[in-house]
């Protein structure tokens, strides 16, 4: 299993940025995706997850009306879109997936919102 996130950068409070992860080594379609973050000395944190055919969402309530999660079978790709960034949304994202009981993340992408 391999995840790759790629999209995070550094954004002004208020501007938009769109992270990806492209899995590999397991039937995607099959498996609920989530996003986690983990900003500067505090834990990680789940932001999103989406169930195999993107039917059920949910989102941290820090998150709600301002990030979108969705997800690409064909692609094998699940996709955060963040909206309205604020400088508390700074952090490492990361990518997760739960696949035969053992857990498996990214290497994790920054963000950044600072002016």
């Known amino acids: 299993v391999q995840l790759v996130e790629s999209g995070g950068g550094l954004v002004q409070p208020g501007g938009s940025l769109r992270l990806s992860c492209a899995a590999s080594g397991f039937t995607f379609s099959n498996y609920a995706m989530s996003w986690y973050r983990q900003p500067p000395g505090k834990e990680r944190e789940l932001v999103a997850v989406?169930?195999?055919?993107?039917?059920?969402?949910d989102y941290a309530d820090s998150v709600k009306g301002r990030f979108t999660i969705s997800r690409d079978n064909r692609r094998n790709t699940v996709f955060l879109q963040m909206n309205r960034l604020k400088p508390e949304d700074t952090a490492v994202y990361f990518c997760y997936v739960l696949v035969g009981r053992r857990d498996y993340w990214g290497q994790g992408t920054q963000v950044t919102v600072s002016s």
């Open positions: 989406i169930s195999v055919a993107g039917i059920s969402i």
